[in-house]
């Protein structure tokens, strides 16, 4: 699929170019070019073009940017996870963003959001349609980042990510197998999206705008099978041996209990690469313990 009808190469801001911005942007390279925002703009992947600049602090990004952006894509986490933290990654930086872009008419604005969104706790289904009330205030803050994507002025898609888990992001494994991990049985649903998937999932809508298709304003991406916390501890113990639950072992999940639908994105024809947790973690198993 050509990317652009036009002649020249596709212009790309991936702000916040960390761990998986980076892996976005890395899909990127070869068809784009691709800017990476950072701190330490020295750690951006090879063939990503590295600006050095603090979304929270807007004199650093004066006259950084570069012109004739096409896409931007907004990919901060919080620097620490208390309120401050919260506002300054997903409002206050975003608003900064924008300001510095000085006008810029962008062909598309992406914003890497997250499932807390949602508060529901009763086992549903939730979809890109659903009431979104978090009761904390870091889905609150998620949430205004949202709208402040979404009333931008330029076409905006959210990208509501469920857990990200991953080779680079093992830390949930780990814990089973040092047990760590003792749900109670039922646990609450839990939702995850391997980190291969999430990157090809932003990189796949960014290659749909370029090549003109119309995109919906949010999506959720998560994998094709939500399941309660209980069942995927007892899959992992059964697949490799693990120590016996310690007294203080987390006994539940932290993020309420609901059903992730990724329909929206499926009917865009992504498809996953690991689209339930066993073909997630099943190579993260033989690697650990092989």
């Not at 992947?45 to 600049?53: M, Q, R």
């Not at 291969?196 to 998560?222: C, H, K, M, T, V």
Request: charged content about 25%; overall charge neutral; some cysteine.
């Amino acid at each position: 699929m050509a990317i652009t009808e036009h002649s020249e190469r596709p212009r790309i801001l991936i702000a916040g170019c960390g761990k998986l911005g980076g892996a976005i942007a890395s899909r990127l390279v070869g068809n784009a070019d691709v800017f990476g925002l950072r701190r330490n703009p020295a750690q951006v992947p090879a063939g990503v073009t590295g600006i050095g600049a603090d979304l929270t602090r807007p004199e650093t990004l004066v006259g950084r940017l570069p012109g004739r952006l096409d896409i931007v894509l907004y990919c901060l986490t919080p620097s620490s996870y208390d309120e401050e933290g919260y506002r300054n990654a997903y409002v206050t930086g975003l608003k900064n963003l924008l300001d510095a872009l000085n006008g810029q008419s962008l062909r598309h604005l992406f914003f890497i959001s997250s499932t807390s969104v949602y508060a529901q706790d009763d086992d549903s289904w939730v979809d890109e349609s659903s009431v979104t009330e978090p009761a904390r205030f870091s889905g609150q803050l998620v949430l205004a980042g949202e709208q402040v994507a979404l009333e931008s002025g330029h076409p905006a898609t959210v990208i509501r990510f469920s857990g990200i888990y991953g080779p680079t992001r093992q830390r949930f494994l780990e814990e089973v197998i040092a047990g760590r991990m003792d749900p109670q049985s039922p646990a609450p649903f839990s939702n995850r999206i391997h980190e291969e998937d999430a990157a090809e999932a932003a990189a796949y809508l960014i290659r749909q705008a370029l090549a003109g298709r119309q995109l919906e304003p949010r999506y959720i991406a998560s994998d094709c099978e939500p399941v309660r916390l209980d069942e995927v501890v007892r899959w992992v113990q059964q697949q490799t041996p693990c120590a016996e639950p310690t007294p203080d072992a987390r006994k539940g999940g932290r993020a309420g209990s609901k059903r992730c639908s990724n329909a929206r994105l499926l009917a865009t024809g992504f498809t996953f690469q690991f689209p339930d947790f066993r073909a997630g973690y099943r190579p993260m198993i033989d690697k650990l313990t092989g």
